[in-house]
């Protein structure tokens, strides 16, 4: 029988030296929410649960790995590290474990892209590829973290970046402008008649990605209409652009209108622009092929397809 101290002949450690991996899962989607109540509802945890995991991961080593302020976490040096090497490691594991799992060889092809991008634009379009295609299998990866292609095995990447970082091939340029339900235009006591008026309605705001400040995505609006300061009654923050959009459907707020994304909620009277004037963010939707694209038809295939999707009228 081994001997539990015993080292690793492969990688030269002892178990003790790594953290469980039920404390590497939590810790990983506490850092990606930052919030324990956020990733014990993820987890079907409890909040304090969360909490004593991430302490005991952080006594083990020796090192905190969040800032707890007031009503709010952040990753500690030490946690962004441990957060890029975990995020790293559970992605080829849930990897590997797919490709074990299979049973028989599909073709597929393995696609990445915002979360955003992939429930307002992408999934709703995704019928007509698979009826073209009827023996394609399609895995989306949505995500706002920029997965490594090759050690993810992903064919075709949907990267949103700024225009001059321009990370593959265009797929299309954002517009932007703000929407929110029909509904918030019938409250005479909060007209929605000017942008000005901003000031008396919650505004639902992106914050938290890749060093994303909050009124980020306000931005390039606001300073085509001249309001650079305007920060509304309030806010709601969201990690996730496709929460903030499920917000301004609920009535919530007013959010920004990333044009094409929301387009389709525009035509169908989901959401309207209150006002006249849109402006460019100067970022946009690019298409990358990974390494093991060139091999895969399906992925060529999959590519034409998403710029054939760009061009199409609603």
């Known amino acids: 029988m081994r001997n539990e101290n015993a080292k690793d002949d492969d990688a030269g ?22 919030s324990f109540t956020r990733a014990g509802e993820e987890l079907a945890l409890t909040q304090s649960a969360v909490s004593r995991q991430i302490q005991q ?7 905190a790995l969040f800032e707890r302020r007031h009503r709010a976490l952040a990753l500690t040096p030490a946690g962004e590290t441990m957060y890029r090497a975990v995020q790293d490691c559970l992605e080829r594991l849930r990897d590997a474990t797919a490709s074990v799992r299979a049973v028989t060889r ?22 007509r590829f698979s009826a073209d295609h009827p023996l394609v299998d399609v895995r989306v990866s949505a995500t706002n973290d920029l997965l490594n292609l090759e050690r993810a095995g992903i064919d075709v990447a949907v990267r949103f970046c700024a225009i001059a970082q321009g990370m593959g091939r265009p797929l299309f340029e954002e517009t932007v402008l703000p ?44 300073q085509v209409m001249g309001l650079a300061g305007i920060r509304g009654t309030n806010q709601l923050r969201f990690s996730n652009y496709n929460d903030a959009v499920a917000a301004a459907l609920a009535g919530q707020g007013v959010a920004i209108g990333r044009l094409p994304l929301a387009a ?51």
């Not at 991996?21 to 990606?32: M, N, P, T």
């Not at 991961?57 to 090192?63: A, I, K, R, Y």
């Not at 919650?202 to 980020?216: D, W």
């Open 13 to 34: 450690i002892s178990r003790a030296d790594l953290p469980r991996l039920d404390l590497l899962r939590s810790f990983a989607v506490a850092a990606r929410t930052l």
């Open 57 to 63: 991961m952080e006594e083990g080593l020796g090192v």
């Open 106 to 127: 599909h073709r597929q092809v393995a696609v990445t892209t915002t979360p955003g991008f992939a429930s307002l634009w992408l999934i709703p379009r995704l019928a």
């Open 179 to 222: 929407v929110c339900a029909p509904r918030l235009l019938q409250d005479p006591a909060r007209p929605l008649r000017r942008p000005a008026d901003l000031v008396r309605h919650t505004l639902l705001v992106m914050e938290g990605h890749h060093g994303m400040a909050p009124m980020e995505d306000w931005a390039p609006w606001l």
């Open 264 to 314: 389709a909620l525009l035509h169908a009277g989901q959401l309207v622009a209150p006002f006249e004037g849109s402006g460019h963010s100067q970022r946009g939707y690019f298409v990358a092929a990974g390494p093991q694209a060139e091999a895969n038809p399906d992925a060529r295939d999959f590519i034409a397809w998403l710029h054939a999707e760009a061009q199409r009228p609603l």
